[in-house]
């Protein structure tokens, strides 16, 4: 793995750790304004890269932020129309969530090299 990615990979799994956690508590965990409802927040982080093996090509965040890099209130807007991973757990939360579950968009990274 490329030095100038592996710190970008571990502050983003350290992210995702903590997102799940907190997402993830005993049912009497309570947000701010959800009240006794037991309103779930799950963090909805996206990373893809597409790669060949073979390719001598490094993948920097330069490839990341020309291929699709959203951050936080970008993602939604930018992913929730289409066909991809974000957009189905955006419609999974309105259909099966019943109004108890609320996605908190962190990031979404996208790369080909």
């Known amino acids: ?3 100038l990615i ?3 990979i571990f502050i983003l799994s350290s992210i995702f750790l903590i ?3 907190t997402g993830c508590t005993s049912t009497d965990y309570q947000t701010p304004d959800a009240g006794t409802s037991g309103l779930k927040r799950i963090a909805v982080i996206h990373i893809a890269q597409e790669t060949n093996s073979f390719s001598t090509v490094l993948t920097t ?3 990341f932020e ?10 939604f807007p930018a992913l929730g129309g289409g066909k991809n991973a974000v957009a189905g757990a955006m419609a999974a939360a309105a259909e099966l969530g019943e109004g108890r579950v609320e996605l908190v968009p962190i990031l979404s990274a996208n790369a080909m090299s």
Do not use: K, N
């Open 66 to 75: 020309s291929s699709g890099l959203y951050y936080g209130d970008e993602i």
């Open 19 to 21: 997102s799940f956690m």
């Open 6 to 8: 592996r710190p970008y």
């Open 61 to 63: 965040l330069a490839e």
């Open 1 to 3: 793995m490329h030095r």
